[in-house]
């Protein structure tokens, strides 16, 4: 059973969100989504942030707001996945969910600006601008708060964001989250139920199980809700965290396989070429002539 792939913040007892000082020698989530928006300021450690359909360059510093159920992956370099490493990945970090604000948060003027960059963070966005650091100290002491100041100092914190800092957006402008919440219950339980399973070996009666359908009828209907079947999606998710995994060179191949839940190598070769093109060899190869 490897480790899912949603992350779930465990909330204080008294608390409707936590803030998390994380540190490791290198991120370990895998691609990721879920429900909940996540603020995050990435302390030390370097490699490359995955957000929707674009990579960047991570550095500490990078402060970012990734909106519900977009997909992102912090990608440490190759050097802190080295045996008995001394290097250390940091951050700061918080999930919240909508529910923290009021239901008509969009017709309530004195929350507009906090409104308006919860909509920006669809496409993932990164801040700067001169009032950046007196932010970043803001939310560290976060961590250590509680109660109404915890709440009101998050508030405080995206109205501050959202009107004294400039931002760039983490995906293109051609990206569509096909992540996002589906209208109709049945889909929106089949992703969600693949999306924290798929590095796992999951069946279609795991799913079927989960949604409580018959699994023919829940094939016939998620193809005719979606226009794709379910073992599409899948596939696409797990090659997908194969092709970024595939850009650090400490990872094998066959552990790439492993992490993405293919048990055998074979079939995670005729996956990739058939999604990518390539196969896993010739995407590495590709991969570090560009490096």
């Not at 209907?221 to 379910?230: F, L, S």
Request: charged letters at 20%; a neutral charge; proline letters at 3%.
């Amino acid at each position: 059973m490897k480790e899912v792939a949603i992350e779930n913040i465990k909330k204080e007892i008294g608390s409707s969100f936590s803030v998390i000082a994380y540190s490791n020698p290198y991120f370990a989530a895998p691609l990721h989504i879920h429900p909940e928006y996540e603020l995050i300021l990435i302390e030390e450690g370097t490699g490359l942030s995955f957000v929707g359909d674009a990579v960047h360059k991570m550095s500490p510093g990078d402060f970012m707001l990734i909106g519900s159920n977009l997909p992102h992956l912090w990608l440490s370099a190759d050097e802190y996945y080295a045996p008995n490493t001394s290097l250390i990945s940091r951050s700061v970090y918080t999930q919240f969910n909508e529910s923290i604000f009021p239901a008509d948060l969009h017709n309530i003027p004195e929350l507009s600006n906090i409104y308006s960059i919860l909509i920006e963070s669809k496409r993932g966005i990164i801040f700067s601008g001169n009032n950046l650091n007196l932010l970043k100290n803001r939310f560290r002491t976060l961590i250590q708060s509680n109660g109404f100041k915890k709440i009101q100092g998050l508030y405080s914190l995206l109205q501050d964001l959202a009107t004294s800092c400039e931002y760039q957006y983490l995906t293109t402008n051609q990206f569509e989250n096909s992540n996002e919440i589906s209208d109709n219950p049945i889909v929106e339980k089949v992703n969600r139920f693949i999306n924290t399973n798929y590095q796992n070996n999951i069946s279609l009666e795991d799913i079927a199980n989960y949604v409580g359908m018959n699994a023919s009828a829940l094939c016939r209907y998620y193809k005719k809700n979606t226009g794709r079947k379910i073992f599409e999606y899948l596939s696409e998710l797990r090659i997908s965290y194969a092709a970024k995994l595939l850009t650090n060179k400490n990872i094998t191949i066959s552990q790439v396989a492993y992490d993405c839940g293919y048990n055998s190598l074979s079939h995670f070769n005729h996956q990739f070429k058939s999604l990518t093109g390539h196969s896993p060899s010739e995407y590495t190869k590709k991969i570090k002539t560009r490096t």
